[in-house]
């Protein structure tokens, strides 16, 4: 199922896509976790200003 979702996202019509990657801090322990989401190239600056 992975390649379909890969060929589908690099079409020549479709939107780009990038994937962002922030670590995140645990309030219970203090560890880092890190949380990936794959975003349209447009909305990558708001996705981080999260």
Known sequence: MA??????LKKEGGKSFA???R???????GAY????????????QSTLGK
């Open 19 to 21: 994937k962002v990657i």
């Open 33 to 44: 976790t890190f949380k990936e989401e794959m975003v349209p190239m447009d909305a990558v």
């Open 3 to 8: 390649k379909k979702v890969v060929a589908t």
């Open 23 to 29: 670590a995140v801090k645990s309030p219970k322990t």
